[in-house]
């Protein structure tokens, strides 16, 4: 009889041994094929890109350090900056750009070459321009990130005041005696100073066209009256400047959003799953105080990127 029990115990210790064995095999071989798993999204290039001006830089900084942090692909941010929405596509085309952020307003005016409809809402621009791109390009638009950054008119507050208006249409009549500021890019774009004056009746004493971060200087310190620049420019508040209301809805919304192609949104699902964090997450007052922070503090984008994203729990603080 001792030795029945004697047999049986052996037993049950060798099978435990046995099963913990076992266990360690599976773990281990689980360890070791999610290693091998990362180690081979490390191969895997991706780059993040934006056009040439602040905020286009820090909406890269805030997709690729996203990226970089949460996953393990070996993800760069081109810090150069392209021209306009038609460069970077082409980027994306050749297969040297893989993200970027654009704006609703810009994709469905300038690039699919459609004319805005005022019932439009940013729910319905966003859905077209979304299935232009599929349908043209074989690109596809991610969740907004919240913010929409249309073009406005600027006076300084002083002068809005003296002149008593608030709208583009009380603009008018005193255009002819202002001498108004753009960028080449608002002079050429198809939703630019051609269509606005068109729809207003624009007629100012003259058009000064520099570099928008010469025009802030150059309206503050009363060499230009009026400019039209971006509405989340962090230098409007900063330099005491005042935003007039598009009373008759020329500009359409320019809701921000990430795009990639369809075939990265396939392959790379767990990355876009990544991007989409950021959906909702800057409305248009935070957008304009990062803008702010690169502007006017003089900071570089992608250290106000990381405070960004290290403050909402994105990524790490170290």
């Known amino acids: 009889m001792k030795k029945v029990k004697w047999l049986s115990l052996a037993l049950s210790l ?13 773990s281990t071989a689980g360890s070791s094929t999610s290693d091998k798993a990362a180690q081979e999204k490390k191969k895997i290039k991706m780059v993040v890109g934006g ?10 900084q805030l997709v690729g350090q996203l990226l970089q942090k949460n996953t393990d692909y070996d993800v760069s941010i081109n810090e150069s900056g392209f021209a306009a929405s038609s460069f970077i596509n082409q980027a994306m085309k050749d297969g040297k750009v893989d993200v970027f952020v654009d704006y609703t307003g810009t994709g469905y005016l300038n690039v699919l070459k459609n004319k805005f409809d005022p019932t439009d809402t940013k729910e319905t621009v966003y859905k077209k321009v979304k299935e232009g791109y599929e349908k043209e390009f ?8 919240g913010f929409t950054n249309t073009y406005t008119i600027l006076l300084r507050q002083d002068t809005m005041k003296e002149l008593n208006i608030s709208t583009f249409s009380d603009l008018v009549k005193h255009a002819p005696n202002l001498v108004l ?8 774009r198809q939703d630019g100073l051609k269509g606005l004056s068109e729809k207003y009746g624009f007629k100012f004493k003259d058009i000064k066209q520099m570099e928008i971060p010469l025009a802030f200087p150059a309206l503050a310190e009363k060499k230009i009256d009026v400019l039209v620049a971006y509405s989340t420019d962090g230098r409007i508040p900063a330099l005491k400047l005042a935003s007039l209301k598009d009373d008759k809805n020329y500009f359409p919304p320019y809701y ?15 990355a876009v799953q990544v991007i989409n964090k950021l959906a909702g997450k800057i409305d248009d007052q935070t957008m304009s105080k990062l803008n702010a922070k690169a502007d006017v503090e003089k900071r570089t984008a ?15 603080k170290k």
């Open 14 to 26: 060798v099978f435990i041994l046995l099963s913990a064995c076992s266990n360690q095999s599976v």
């Open 181 to 188: 500021g753009i960028d080449n890019t608002f002079y050429d």
């Open 51 to 60: 056009k040439g001006f602040s905020e286009q830089y820090l909406l890269a």
């Open 302 to 316: 992608a250290d106000v990127a990381k405070e960004f994203l290290t403050e909402n729990g994105m990524i790490p």
């Open 256 to 270: 921000a959003a990430p795009i990639v192609t369809m075939d990265f949104a396939k392959k790379y699902p767990d």
């Open 138 to 145: 074989g690109f596809t638009w991610l969740d907004p990130l």
